[in-house]
C-alpha cells in the first residue's frame, strides 16, 4: 500500500519552520508550512488533505490548541492525525489539547521522524499520494 507523505506543518517561529520542514523533506515527505492556525485551516480547505498536522501550540493569530478544536469539530478534518509541538507542561488547571502524539521542545530530529512515521495516516483513493 503507498501512503500519503504530505504534511501540514504549522509553526510561527521561521527557523523552527525551515529547520523542521527541510528534515521532513529529506526523509520523502511534501510539506507545507504555515505559520498560523488560521493560515491551516484556510490551506486545509484549498488544498489535498495531508497525513498528519505537526503544530505549534503557542502562536499568534489562532494557537495550535484553538486549531486542533476548530480540526475535531469539523466533520472533514477530525480523523487528520495531528502532532502537537510544545515547551510547554500539561497541568491540572492547563491541560494539553488532545493529540495524537507530543513532541516536547527542544526535540530531537530522530523523535520527530520516529512520531510522524508512526502518525501519518494511510493514503486512500480520495487523497493524494506520492511514491
Not at 491551516?40 to 495550535?64: K, Q
Request: with cysteine; hydrophobic share 45%.
Amino acid at each position: 500500500m503507498t501512503t500519503n507523505r504530505s504534511i501540514l506543518l504549522v509553526e510561527d517561529d521561521a527557523g523552527i519552520r525551515e529547520s523542521v520542514a527541510e528534515c521532513l523533506v529529506s526523509e520523502g515527505y511534501d510539506v507545507a508550512p504555515v505559520e498560523n492556525g488560521k493560515e491551516a485551516l484556510r490551506w486545509l480547505r484549498g488544498a489535498a488533505r495531508p497525513s498528519l498536522i505537526v503544530v505549534d501550540l503557542v502562536m499568534p493569530v489562532m494557537n495550535g490548541a484553538q486549531l486542533i478544536d476548530a480540526l475535531r469539530d469539523d466533520a472533514a478534518l477530525r480523523d487528520i492525525p495531528v502532532v502537537l509541538m510544545t515547551a510547554a507542561a500539561s497541568t491540572p488547571a492547563m491541560p494539553l489539547p488532545r493529540a495524537d502524539a507530543y513532541l516536547a521542545k527542544p526535540f530531537d530530529l530522530g523523535a520527530l521522524l520516529d512520531t510522524v512515521e508512526q502518525h501519518s495516516a494511510p493514503a486512500s483513493s480520495a487523497r493524494c499520494a506520492s511514491s
